[in-house]
């Protein structure tokens, strides 16, 4: 039973990347989703989430709100992050979870079951 995080890579300022998030071991629609990040010497931070596949309303973070866009393939047992116009101060690990949490604004209120389970983690670093 778990998470695997992958996608992360060097991308220039303005660019795009897709992170995935793979689940094994359970049937990830059920749960609510959250991508989290941890910049160097920062906390760790929500990004985006979304609630279970019978509701799948997002949530995101001010900071990447109109830039991240958060999805699901259930046939994949999948999450995506797809981040796009990507900025120096997104240079972070970012971490998939079946949870959401702070700063995102009504994190509360994603739908779906909640769990303290984690990806490993993928680097993102926005080159200037």
């Known amino acids: 039973v778990q998470l695997q995080a992958s996608g992360g890579g060097l991308v220039q300022a303005g660019g795009s990347l897709r992170l995935s998030c793979t689940a094994s071991?359970?049937?990830?629609?059920?749960?609510?989703i959250g991508w989290f990040r941890r910049a160097p010497g920062k906390e760790r931070e929500g990004v985006s989430c979304?609630?279970?596949?019978?509701?799948?309303?997002?949530f995101h973070a001010d900071s990447v709100r109109g830039r991240f866009a958060i999805s699901r393939d259930n046939s994949k047992n999948t999450v995506y992050l797809q981040m796009n116009n990507l900025k120096p101060e997104d240079t972070a690990v970012y971490y998939c979870?079946?949870?959401?949490?702070?700063?995102?604004?009504?994190?509360?209120?994603?739908?779906?079951?909640?769990?303290?389970?984690w990806g490993q983690g993928t680097l993102v670093t926005v080159s200037s």
């Open positions: 979870a079946t949870k959401c949490g702070p700063p995102i604004r009504g994190f509360n209120n994603v739908r779906g079951r909640w769990s303290d389970r």
């Open positions: 071991g359970f049937d990830l629609d059920l749960y609510a």
């Open positions: 979304m609630s279970n596949s019978d509701d799948r309303t997002t």
